[in-house]
Nanobody, 124 residues
Framework: QVHLVESGGGSVQAGGSLRLSCAAS????????MGWFRQVPGKDREFAAA????????NYADSVKGRFTISRDNAKNTVYLKMTSLKPEDTAVYYC?????????????????WGQGTQVTVSS
């Protein structure tokens, strides 16, 4: 069992930055690919970014590419999402998720453990 806890959300003006953190419990963190997803009320949860278990590979949704950076610290059992040049359309609840495997996937169904989410609000 893996328990994920997100933090770092908040309110920011357009053009600003935030860094989200996701702390994971359990000894298997370094063998799991991790992802960040986001959801707006009334819409489907969507992929934002993912990182491989080693941290060597990352993948991003087109909507965040060049503005968001995902990284991880396996010694701290933590994955991060650095968000810059934020836009009002980035407003959402952001969820951290863990796979059973080491490689990156973008589909929600590939992730078996989920955090409770953290709200990010970007005002214009």
């Amino acid at each position: 069992q893996v328990h994920l806890v997100e933090s770092g959300g908040g309110s920011v003006q357009a053009g600003g930055s935030l860094r989200l953190s996701c702390a994971a419990s359990g000894p298997t963190f370094s063998s799991r690919a991790m992802g960040w997803f986001r959801q707006v009320p009334g819409k489907d949860r969507e992929f934002a970014a993912a990182v491989s278990a080693s941290g060597a590979n990352a993948n991003y949704a087109d909507s965040v590419k060049g503005r968001f950076t995902i990284s991880r610290d396996n010694a701290k059992n933590t994955v991060y999402l650095k968000m810059t040049s934020l836009k009002p359309e980035d407003t959402a609840v952001y969820y951290c998720a863990a796979r059973e495997w080491t490689t990156i996937r973008t589909a929600l169904t590939e992730y078996v453990y989920w955090g409770q989410g953290t709200q990010v609000t970007v005002s214009s």
